[in-house]
């Protein structure tokens, strides 16, 4: 009798013990995903890998590759389907970048079999700095059903994630947009040297590197090296975890960084980089992350303002570096 109750008092402390492992093991994990959304001013637009895995059956959820076809055929996530910036590029200027038409983005979409019903998951190698892109240019375009995979690619297989390099079959759909946009997140070339004519003091933040900053550097496409007048420099990478998980930073570090323009939540920020695809990035930390009220992206930045001669710039060394 003594040896069979001291089977169950053992096996009741195994039992119990076990569950407590459980417990913690939950707690490390669950809350983590809640407490770095909740860190944010919004997380809307925002996804993490852990809660894509549950999505993915979904008919529903659209997860879009946005990198150049060639790496999207070396791996992929599981199911998704290629966009890359050309795909959503207007080539009726002279100039290379500016912002696809609403017709455009609808035959893309109806080609790929995306509905109106559709939530996107965009994501890409390089901390959503290009895939931040294609959901700048849907919200001017009030298509809100998009989110960015925070880390991307890297997290996502740091997660546990399949990849494979099949590409998708799709059935041609019927996708429409607004027919007129709001292009709340939206600014051009006229309206910026307007706002320098006029002397007033909106913040014009340039989110490219020091040496395109400096004017040392001219990137492909840009007719000179330089910068828009009164433009400060906040490198977009600053706002990831650039060497490591490729995820953004934490909302306080994210005020940190961008608290140092000197100006409030309130004030007009207008971001700009070589092509439109940077600054679309830091226009999603601003709005979505820290809650900015008037951030406008420069569709055609320093590619097209570079064009023009008789738009003001500014530059603080010889340019040696063109590429």
Partial sequence: MIYRNSILIILGIFILSCNKSKEKTQKKFTPKIEINAKRYYSSEYLIEAEELFSLLENENIKVIDFR??????KEHISGAINIWRT?????SYPYKGMMA???QIEALFNRLGITNKDTLILYDDRG??????????????DFESVKLLNGG?????????????????VMPSNFKLSEDGSFKLWIGKD?????????????ILDTRNIEEFSGKRQKSGATKAGRIPNSILIDWAEAIDYNETQKFK?????????????????????????????????????????????????????VEW???????FEQDSITTIKR
């Fill in 68 to 73: 150049k076809e060639q790496n999207y055929n």
């Fill in 87 to 91: 795909d959503i590029e207007d080539t």
């Fill in 101 to 103: 038409k609403r017709q």
């Fill in 128 to 141: 959503a700095c290009d895939a931040a892109r294609l959901w700048w240019i849907l919200k001017n375009y």
């Fill in 153 to 169: 690619l890297k997290a996502w297989k740091i997660a546990g994630g399949a990849t494979n390099d099949e590409k998708v079959s």
């Fill in 191 to 203: 309206e910026i040297n307007n706002i320098l004519v006029s002397g007033k003091k909106d913040i």
């Fill in 250 to 302: 934490s909302f306080d570090q994210l005020e940190q960084i961008y608290g140092s323009t000197g100006g409030s939540k309130n004030d007009v920020v207008i971001t700009y980089c070589h092509s439109g695809v940077r600054s679309a990035h830091t226009t999603f930390v601003l709005t979505e992350l820290l809650g900015y009220k008037n951030v406008k992206n420069y569709d055609g930045s320093w």
């Fill in 306 to 312: 570079s064009y023009f001669d008789e738009l003001p």
